[in-house]
């Protein structure tokens, strides 16, 4: 088994269990017709989905060993982010892309640090 794997399978499960536990408690507020509940619990719901479907598309890409874009992104920048920011953060993909378009000129160094600087002031 691949060295990605196992740690992706990990991720994948601990995010299934975290999804599981917010469909719990959307439930919960549903049966309680809790208007507040509700509200918190179908936002927690939304986030947790969101990583839910990351994680388990990274899984799936580490089993047939595609690197993902969280791969990608820490072996070019050095930068470890979480599923989340990658998923929701439009600002950072946008970024990375420029990154990719700078490859092989003399603007990728440069492509490079900005998208480095923007990680540590967005995600300390």
Do not use: N
């Amino acid at each position: 088994m691949s060295g990605s794997v196992a740690p992706r399978r990990k991720q994948a499960m601990e995010a299934l269990q975290t999804h599981w536990l917010s469909l719990s408690k959307l439930k919960t507020a549903i049966q309680a017709s809790d208007v507040l509940g509700l509200a918190e619990s179908m936002q927690d719901m939304e986030s947790t989905a969101i990583v839910l479907s990351t994680c388990v598309h990274e899984f799936f890409l580490a089993l047939r060993g595609v690197k993902t874009l969280l791969q990608r992104i820490e072996e070019e920048t050095g930068c470890d982010l979480s599923p989340l920011a990658v998923a929701r953060d439009l600002r950072l993909r946008a970024l990375y892309e420029d990154i990719l378009k700078a490859r092989g000129t003399p603007e990728h160094a440069a492509a490079k640090e900005i998208f480095a600087a923007f990680v540590r002031r967005e995600y300390p």
